[in-house]
């Protein structure tokens, strides 16, 4: 599937600028993660939190973009820029998430109900001391974690390590590439025009998946699905299913 294509290429271009002035730091997704797990429910009260990243009064993005093509995507590899966790000032820093996958068989009638079951994925991770609240729809997340946490060297490594082998055990995912940016409002307002595009993808899917509309003449999202074959053919697909 190559509807997400130019976006990774986007995020790929972000990436590289920054490696050319050297504000990228890089890391290996651990083998194993020693951090004590928490309960799902765990929470980080205002009073225990060191760090807050995307707080509702700053800027924040997050999504996850997939391919079919594994060499848009570093297996393994997650990119800072900006200060890890440990090395944070401030008590609130805007906040970038990018995940990007390339997969296995992903088509017009399943790549809907397979992102959701990514998208979600990121909600079985529980580390103590971080506490994650996401809204999708809008694609901005929250997150704390806590000074305890903080003190223990809780990092961008072991977040984006929970969060790539947490994917890795669906099994079309074949790879996965995660970019953390909490350098400044500007990078993540970047970040968030190309995001705008991948949301209007998403918006078209959904629209055509859960609301079964197909009244292309009046859809808000018709010079979208005519830019992308991709989901042209979805609706193609899900209008003979519904037949």
């Known amino acids: 599937m190559r509807l997400f294509n130019p976006i990774i ?28 797990q928490a309960g799902l429910t765990d929470i980080v009260l205002k009073s225990e939190t060191g760090i807050e990243l995307g707080n509702p009064k700053d800027e924040s993005v997050s999504f996850l973009a997939w391919t079919g093509d594994k060499s848009l995507v570093r297996d393994g590899l997650i990119s800072l820029v900006g200060p890890d966790i440990g090395e944070m000032e401030p008590s609130r820093l805007p906040f970038g998430k990018i995940v990007l996958i390339s997969g296995s ?6 790549c809907y ?10 909600y079985d991770i529980a580390l103590k ?20 946490a903080i003190e223990n060297g809780f990092s961008f490594s072991i977040l984006g390590s929970a969060l790539s082998q947490k994917l890795k055990e669906l099994n079309y995912v074949d790879a996965v590439e995660i970019l953390f940016v909490t350098s400044s409002a500007e ?21 055509m998946a859960e609301e079964m509309d197909f009244q292309c003449e009046s859809c808000e999202f018709q010079e979208i699905c005519d830019e992308a074959e991709e989901l042209r053919d979805m609706r193609r697909s899900l209008i003979e299913k519904g037949k």
Do not use: H
């Open 129 to 148: 001391g971080y506490m994650m609240r996401a809204v999708s729809q809008y694609m901005r997340e929250w997150s704390r974690v806590s000074c305890e």
């Open 105 to 110: 068989g992903f088509n017009e009638e399943n």
């Open 187 to 207: 990078d993540v307002r970047e970040l968030k025009k190309t995001g705008d595009r991948f949301l209007q993808y998403i918006n078209a899917m959904t629209k």
């Open 9 to 36: 290429e986007e995020i790929k271009k972000f990436i590289s600028a920054r490696i050319k002035n050297g504000s990228v730091l890089e890391y290996k997704v651990l083998n194993e993660i020693s951090w004590p």
């Open 113 to 122: 109900d397979r992102f959701r079951e990514m998208d979600l994925s990121r």
